[in-house]
């Protein structure tokens, strides 16, 4: 089961935009990013030749269809970890 977005998955983003269509946007999930104090999604949309990044506030996410999910590949070293309680 999916619990989280993972780097490298391609995804379908259907997002709100200031007109009345909203926008769709399908590419390669490149991280994870703010823009001032909100959290946003960095999208590759471009294709084999040229990359065409998108970043997509999250809080205009109207939701994300997954087309092909990678595994994460990211190591925990444990004397990195911070704890808090």
Known sequence: MMTHLTKGSRYKIVSAS???EDVISEGILQGF???GEE???L????DDKNE???VIPVS???Y?????QTEENEKQEKGNLSYIS
């Open 18 to 20: 200031s007109t009345e």
């Open 33 to 35: 990013l703010t823009m």
């Open 39 to 41: 959290p946003a999604i």
């Open 43 to 46: 999208l590759n949309i471009g």
């Open 52 to 54: 065409k990044l998108r």
């Open 60 to 62: 205009t996410i109207l």
């Open 64 to 68: 994300i269809d997954v087309i092909i």
